[in-house]
């Protein structure tokens, strides 16, 4: 039944159309259904982070002076501020952590492809918005390990042939990390950055609404039909069920392992021993480490950069690359995630020894 | 409607017009946006440093400068000589410290390595650390680019 007021707007925007499309949904039921609560969780973990840095930004000082003294004062003075501090960077790094298995998951079932191109394209952007994210927020507190993780990240750029120079520049705002870089990765971080995140996430999301749920290689084949259930209340009260247990979860973790807060970063001092990167870029951070200085006649950084470009683009155009039919299995696109996966793990546990 | 020997129809000379002039308004609309974003950025020609705060440097010692936003190392040799060098890594552009007992300028971010002239010698750093000229004129440390060059970020 619809009040006066209900049809009212109805009339003028008309949601019916909406409500009666979710009504209508249906998520199909298979042994692969564990993956779709997936992208639920990562709107779950980027909504903490919308919450929680609206919170953060009213006491946050964006500048050389203020910057590690005002995450000091959260952490110490502002009631309750350690709490969504330490919310905000456990959700970073949840909100990632479920980015690789959404993706992996996308991989390993090969639902990037047709129709799903475009879909798995704007799930790379979201990708490298969601890490862009994580590596100007590790730089706002401005203690030594973030001020040297952004000069090497700044750097590395540098190296990529007519633009790399100038990318430098613009994310440094000048030759050289100063002042005037917290500041820029400031505005990156709470204003360039959710612009591009909520246009892709809506391109993202129009798309999965649009072209259905992807079906697994092994049921999509299959003569008989998937069982399926309604997405409205039956999908969206187990995704609660989700949602509870990660917030549990993440509660606890936040409240008795709070992220450190080191003093202030020196502009001059030399980079501290043991620095390193947030553990998502680990993987890269080892790599880099391991590149001889020269490679044959090449510089070894450069060598390194332009192998993790390629990759990138690879990556980017994977379901271009993977476009058989749907029902092939791809064996060798799965042995590719699967030595990628090992690379990442090996690199990262052999970066913490 | 085409002119008999002309190579383009009337309508595609004028869509040309219309969109060449809006790729030039865009282009001047994106000139301002783009020297906005991207400020200069000059090295230094020259620091002039009281030479009083350096005399009493022990050798086999290092005091930093500033030269323009990045670290200078000033390093006292053995026989009083000085040197001294762009205290930046030159792998990946962290600051480098200098490790007297070893003898070495140490890079912490991925173990860069070079020896007490700067050359390097282990680690991924490409080339040795950028070197300075400096000369003491009565009362002033005076640290020029060595060679007079300029060196583009």
Redo the contacts between chains.
Sequence with gaps: MKTGIQSWLDERFGFSNITKFLKEKTVPQHKHSIWYYTGSAILLFFTIQVITGFMLVFYYKPTLEGANESVARIMTEVPLGWIIRSVHSWSASFMIAFVFIHLLSTWLTKSYRNPRELTWMSGVFLLAVSLLFGFTGYLLPWDDLSLSATKVGTDIPRSIPLVGVWATKLLRGGGDVTGDTLTRFFGFHVSILPVFIFILLAVHIYLIQKQGMSLPLAAEGKKEKVREIPFWPNFVYREMIVWLLLLGILFSLAIFFPPSLDKAAELMAPAPEGIRPEWYFLFLFQTLKIFPAKVLFLNGDTLAVFLILIAGILFFFLPLIDNKPAERKGRIITIIALVLIMYAVVMTVWSLL | MKLKHSLFTRRQFLNGLLGGWLGALLASFLYPVIKF???P?R?PDQVILPFADFRDMGPNSVE?F?W????GILKKNDDGSYLAFV?V?T???????YLPNQRKF??????GWYDENGL?IG????RPLRCLAVSIEGEDLIIKREGGERV??
């Design positions: 974003v991207f400020p950025t090295e930093n500033l323009g936003s990045k670290p205290g890594c792998h990946l552009d962290c600051n480098v410290g140490f890079c912490a971010c991925h173990d390097n680690g991924p750093p490409p583009e970020d």
